[in-house]
Structure formats: C-alpha cells, structure tokens
C-alpha cells in the first residue's frame, strides 16, 4: 500500500496547509516538476509555454504558501490569497495563449486586454517576491520601473525621455526582453531542473552521506567540526546552490557540532555562511547565477564550471586555513573516535551517491545541454537509490522529492519575475551603457578603482537579495564597465558574480550570516564581521580575475599551474596574518604578520619572476624565529 497521507500536509515556515488546500499544493507541485522533468529529459515545447509555466505555477505556489501579512491565516489561503491565484493564471496565461498573436500583428499596437493582463502580471510577480523574499527587490523594481515614466526629470546622464505607461506595460508583459526574458528562460530551462535534481540526491540519502563523508575525512583533525561544516557544505551547496537554503539545511547539524567542541557561536554561524556562500561556485553544480552566467556570456556551462575549479579550490584552502588557525589559536581538538564512522565503512554505504555526480560532468563533458544532464542525474539518483534498502526510492519518495524540487524552486523562483521587470527597465532606459559610463567617469578609466566601485555597489545591491539577483542587475550595469576598460567578457562575469556572493557575508545586510546568526544564537552582526573574515579571500577574487587571468586556466599549462601554486601559498599566509597565529602553534608578533601579509599579497598577484622571488623571501623571514626556535628544541632534547 502506497502512503498518500502526507500529501494532506504542508508544513512551511509561515503557513501550514492542511486538508485540500495541501492537496491542491502538493498537486500543483507534482505537475510542476513533473513538466520540467518531462522537457528537460524528452520534450519540446515553445518558448512562450516554457517561460509561462514556469512563471506562472511558481507564483501559484507562494501564493498558497506564503501568507501576506503576519496576522494572515496560518493554516488556510486567504481570500485575497485565492484571487491572486486566479490572477496569476489569467495573466500569465493569456500571454502564453496571445503571444505569437502579439508578435505578429499588435507589435507597439498593445490591445486594452494586453494592457490590463500586462497590469496585473507585473502585480502578481512584484507580491510573489515579496511574500517569500521581502520587499526589498519589489522596491528596487518600482524604482525601475518609476524611472521609466519620470526620466525627464533624472539628472544628467541617468536621464531619459519619459514614457508611458501603455509603453512600459508593453515592453515590460508582451515582449520576451522583460517579464518573460532571459532570466526566466535560465530558471526554467536550466536551473529548475537543477533544482529537482538536488531534491531527488537528498532524499535519496545523500545529504547524510556527505555529512558522514565530511566526518570520516575530518571529524579527527583538530577543530574538526568546522572542517567538516565546510566540506559538507562546498559538497551539498554546489548541488543546492543557495547560501541561506544550505544554511539552515546542514547548518542545523554543524553549528550545534561546532559549539560544542569549542567554537564560538558568531565563529560557528560565521563558519557554516561562508562555506555555503562558497557552494555557489563550486563546480560540478554550482549555483543559479552561473547558469545565468553562461546564457548572458553565451558561454558553454562546461566551460564556466571549468573556469571556476582553481578559485573554487584556493578559496577553500584559505578557507580550511582559517578554520584551522582558529582551531589552534583556541586549543581545540577533534572530535571523539567513537563519534567519527570509518571512512571505508561510509563509502561503502553511499558510494553510489557519486555516480549520479559523475553522470552530470560525464555527460557535459560530452557536449549534452546542462537540463538534461540534470535529467539524467536525477533518474540516476532514483535508480541508484535502490541498490540499498534503506535509501530505496518508492512512490512516495519521488513524489515526495518532487515536491521538495518545487518548493525549492518557490524560495528561490519568486524573485525570478521582478528580477525581469528590473532587468527590463535597465533595458528600455538604457541604463546598462549609461551606468557603465557614469561607472568609468568616476574611476577616472582606471581598472582597479573602477573594480573597488563594482564591489561596494555589488555589496549595496546585495542587501537582502539573493546571489542571484544581485549578479542579474550587476551583470547589466556593472559587467560592461569593465569590459569596456578592457577585461574579457567571461573575466567580467566572474567577477560581478564573485562580487555578489560576497553580498551574503558582508554587513550591514548579509542574509547567509544571519541565517547562520539564528541557528547559532550569536548576535547577527557579529557574525556577519566573523563570516568576512573568514571568507576574506572572496574580497579578493573580482581582482583575481583581472589580474591573475590564470586561475581561469589562460596560458600554459605549466604558467597556470605555477601561478595557481603561488596563488595557494599566498592564501595560506594571509591566513596566518589574519589570525595572528601558525599551524604549529605560537602568536605571531605584528612585524610578523605584516611580513607574512605583504608575502601573500605577492604570491596572490604575481607580476614577474622578481616579485615572486620577493614574496617567497618575505615568508623565509617570517618564518625564519618559528624554523629557528624548533631547530633548538629539537637540539636541547
């Protein structure tokens, strides 16, 4: 007999559904997936029904889920809540239904109904975003689309004509350049099915596995909780892809971990943020903004997975540095042996957790489109899970993952729509080329300060929005300023992208800090300041791009990896400078530390033969007290 009691539940952060409303959910959610299962692996549909799907049941499930006010009901749809439903499938469909017709006959000629869906369209996407990720990004669209009809009245090169408001709903709902443009597309075609692939690996077993995994490898090593939190979270992140969902997914298992054995809580939340902000660009998956990425960059995702393993790896060398030095600055040790499995005995039982992994990369590799890799992998997930009995996948578990993609992709779709609006006012104004302009005019043509100004707006636009969002507004206004100062065009994503990760860790607003700050119970700010330190490095890699074009496998063979080398070697002494300590044990002294970051800074961003040279002789001098005092210790005995 098949469980279907559980489809009569939905149990959310903010509203629980109960009865048939969690029916009609749990349904929704079902056809949901199952659609985008069936065309990343097998189906043809057109563009408008792709993007209109997607859109559309997305918004459907917020509604349902996500109340609008706090003294909303709790367990039930409001009624406001069922209207805007309606809303949303009239208008979403009606677009899917009369776009070719649009396309062909009433182009700049819009008709009343295209105009009042187009209303009601970009209504129900402003309140979805809101619902489920607050009203910062709905803000920011109005403002969008505000400077739009008052142009006129902007100053200097920001300035517009003004137009109206039969002009903005048209370009905003009836075109593909908007509403329904690329980042739709992207969310759709590519990262939802990512998304469901994620689903199917956990409740397969796998998020267990890779906590086992990461505690076999490290659970002994000193402050080996920490170690693991960041394994765990670089393994799981890059198959999530969100900072703030890998947070609260394998935070609520390593931060109560790292406490424990002796790390502070704002260090314990700090730690786990970071190492989820670092899963987004940890290939083989990575996060949605890369997909995003590759569409804008017209760039294969193979590639840009490829690109992104050196910075990935020396970003949690530094990473692992840090949480090392931390862990012999407070005297920490692992953890007991009777609490750490043998590693043979973990990879014995959740070995097959990799095949799909290697499934994904075997099949891009081959030159097949990333939504039906993640096709493949995730019916590979539901395969593989039965070579064990207790991660066998039945009926119920793949219903049950299926809904556990579209719930995922609801937190993180929502913004998806307004995202478009934004992305569509920038377009119609022409912001991109004149912010770019306005972005060299300040740095005075000069690269890196033009790179210092991409950083502080990245982090300005970051406030309270996702990764992905903020690369999507950044990768218009920000990217093409540096292309235009001469960086390649991928080189430029990369580091609006990197850029925008860093808004997750970075105060005054720093949404995987916080949501580590909760679990830990450590004040938020605190922990935000925590989470910089220990990702410092991120600050770096927008520069890192530019200038140590390396890392993103330009040159030779040997040229990428002797710089990649350095590069490591620099992030592991401006570790030490950071923490004011050594692996062996010991406080450096200011004079050292200084020594040591400056030797980094070489290493990290290597010129010539001459500045590595001097970099490696930098760290023989501060090295020199450390080499020399266990030189006589070992001589005294």
């Known amino acids: 007999m098949v469980d279907a009691s559980w489809l009569l539940r939905v149990d959310g952060a903010r509203r629980s559904l109960t009865g048939f409303y969690a029916l009609a959910f749990n349904l929704v959610a079902l056809g949901f997936t199952g ?145 329904f443009g690329v980042v739709t597309a992207t969310f759709a075609t590519f990262v939802f099915p990512f998304m469901i692939f994620g689903a199917f690996l956990e409740r397969s077993g796998a998020g267990a596995f890779f906590m086992d995994l990461g505690t076999a490898l490290a659970g002994r090593w000193r402050g080996g909780p920490a170690k693991i939190a960041v394994m765990t979270s670089a393994l799981f992140g890059s198959i999530s892809g969100s900072s703030v969902a890998n947070v609260v997914t394998t935070g609520a298992f390593t931060i109560p971990l790292m406490k424990r054995t002796g790390f502070r809580n704002h260090d314990a939340g700090a730690i786990e943020a970071i190492s989820s902000t ?20 017209e760039t294969s995702y193979l590639t840009i997975a490829l690109m992104n393993v050196i910075p990935a790896v020396v970003f949690f ?69 039965w070579l064990r009995r207790d991660t066998r996948m039945g009926p119920t578990a793949i219903a049950q993952a299926m809904v556990g993609g579209a719930r995922s992709n609801a937190a993180a779709g929502a913004a998806i729509g307004t995202l478009g609006i934004i992305i569509g006012g920038i ?62 065009v991928v080189a430029a994503h990369l580091a609006v992208f990197y850029a925008a990760c860093l808004s997750n860790i970075t105060p005054p607003v720093c949404v995987a800090a916080f949501a580590g700050a909760a679990i830990a119970d450590a004040p938020p700010m605190k922990t935000g300041f925590s989470a910089l330190k220990f990702g410092a490095t991120l600050v770096l890699m927008p520069f890192s791009f530019v200038y140590v074009p390396q890392l993103l496998l330009e040159g030779t063979p040997l040229d990428i990896a002797y710089t990649t080398a350095l590069y490591a070697l620099g992030c592991v002494l401006f570790a030490i400078a950071l923490q004011g300590t050594e692996p062996v044990g010991g406080v450096v002294t200011p004079l050292r530390r200084a020594l040591f970051l400056v030797a980094g800074g070489l290493l990290m961003f290597p010129t010539n033969l001459w500045i590595d040279m001097a970099g490696l002789a930098l760290l023989a001098v501060a090295a020199a007290p450390t080499a020399i005092a266990r030189r006589n210790r070992i001589a005294a005995g």
């Open 35 to 179: 659609f985008y299962l069936y065309t990343s692996g097998f189906g043809l549909v057109s563009t408008q029904t792709n993007r209109g799907i997607y859109l559309m049941l997305t918004s459907v499930l917020v509604f349902l889920l996500y109340p609008a006010r706090a003294n909303s009901p709790s367990h039930r749809p409001s009624i406001v809540d069922l209207a805007l439903v309606a809303a949303t499938v009239a208008s979403v469909w009606y677009w899917i239904d009369q776009y070719v017709s649009y396309a062909m006959f009433r182009v700049s000629s819009p008709n009343t109904a295209d105009l009042v869906m187009g209303a009601i369209a970009i209504g129900v996407m402003l309140e979805t975003s809101r619902r489920a990720l607050g009203p910062i990004i709905s803000i920011i669209a109005i403002v969008f689309l505000g400077q739009l009809y008052f142009g006129e009245y902007l100053p200097g090169r920001l300035a517009n004509p003004g137009m109206s408001v039969e002009r903005i709903l048209e370009f905003t709902y009836s075109t593909q350049e908007a509403l």
């Open 278 to 297: 670092g899963g987004q660009f940890m290939p083989p998956v990575m996060g949605a903004g890369v997909f995003i990425l590759a569409t804008l960059t």
């Open 317 to 385: 060398i530094f990473l692992l540095s840090m949480v090392d030095l931390e862990a012999v600055r407070l005297d920490l040790k692992g953890l007991p042996a009777e609490e750490i499995p043998s590693l043979r005995s973990v990879l014995a039982k959740g070995w097959q957790f990799f095949v799909p992994l290697i499934a994904v990369i075997g099949l891009l590799f081959s030159g097949y489109s990333a939504d039906f890799c993640a096709f493949w992998g995730t019916v590979s997930a539901a395969a593989l899970s």
């Open 427 to 488: 377009v119609l104004a022409g912001l991109g080329l004149k912010f770019s302009a306005v972005l060299i005019d300040f740095s005075g043509g000069n690269l890196f300060v033009a790179l210092c100004l991409v950083t502080v707006v990245s982090i300005i636009i970051g406030m309270g929005s996702s990764t992905t969002g903020s690369y999507i507004i950044l990768s218009v206004v920000a990217a093409p300023a540096l292309i235009n100062l001469g960086v390649p």
